[in-house]
């Protein structure tokens, strides 16, 4: 089946560093979203990429979808204690019913 | 500000007993995903409607979970009966479509 993973698990930062999370798939996809659940919160919906290359800015949010749409990155520049949380990719494979798998998720945490 | 609701917020069982959970989607969201969250297996997906049908639940254990949409504003998690490796954070999302997804408040469960 279908696979998501990211990496790394766990990131440690020192408050105005940058972090970026990795998510790769098994199986080349239609598009990728990208989610942050909070500690003790859950999962938000923060954006969704379609087309191969993309590149799409939040504020100090950049997020990429690799050329063959089997991989993706969320690079944040200085980062804040308020990034803190666990970020989630999830995967649309192509073709039959739209099929969400979600990956393994990215805890972050800041040192203020 | 439309959102996901479920009930109840938290529930502690006892092994055996049968638990139920409930969620209300987004009005005019025709997809619902009930997910299960452990510290363990990250986000599992348990089952996938779309339009009140079941899609997908091949992540549910069959032989205890169950789930249903009675319907379009009540999606019900039924474990009948309860053990402790049960024990975790129950989310429900709903969507317009499978790739944006807007998660509940989760239940959290606790099976002594």
């Known amino acids: 089946g279908q696979q998501v993973m990211q990496i790394p698990q766990y990131q440690h930062v020192q408050e105005g560093e940058d972090f970026t999370t990795y998510c790769n798939s098994s199986?080349?996809?239609?598009?990728i979203q990208w989610y942050k659940q909070r500690p003790g919160g859950h999962p938000v919906f923060l954006i969704q990429?379609?087309?191969?290359?993309e590149v799409k800015k939040q504020k100090r949010l950049t997020f990429q979808f690799g050329e063959a749409k089997k991989n993706s990155s969320l690079h944040i520049t200085a980062t804040q204690t308020t990034d803190v949380g666990t970020y989630f990719c999830?995967?649309?494979?192509?073709?039959?019913?739209?099929?969400?798998?979600f990956g393994t998720g990215t805890k972050l945490q800041v040192i203020p | 500000d439309a959102r996901v609701t479920q009930t109840p917020r938290h529930k502690v069982t006892e092994m055996g007993q049968e638990v139920t959970m409930r969620c209300q989607p987004i009005l005019g969201h025709n997809t619902v995903f009930w997910y299960r969250q452990t510290m363990m297996q990250g986000l599992e997906l348990l089952a996938y409607f779309r339009n009140r049908a079941p899609l997908d639940d091949s992540g549910m254990p069959k032989d205890r979970f169950s789930a249903e949409m009675p319907d379009a504003t009540l999606a019900t998690l039924k474990i009948q009966p309860s053990e402790p490796r049960d024990s975790a954070v129950y989310f429900c999302?709903?969507?317009?479509?499978?790739?944006?997804?807007?998660f509940g408040p989760g239940t959290r469960l606790t099976v002594l």
């Open positions: 999830a995967g649309v494979k192509s073709g039959g019913y739209q099929k969400v798998t």
């Open positions: 990429l379609v087309k191969s290359g």
């Open positions: 999302a709903s969507g317009p479509r499978p790739d944006t997804q807007y």
């Open positions: 199986t080349t996809l239609s598009n």
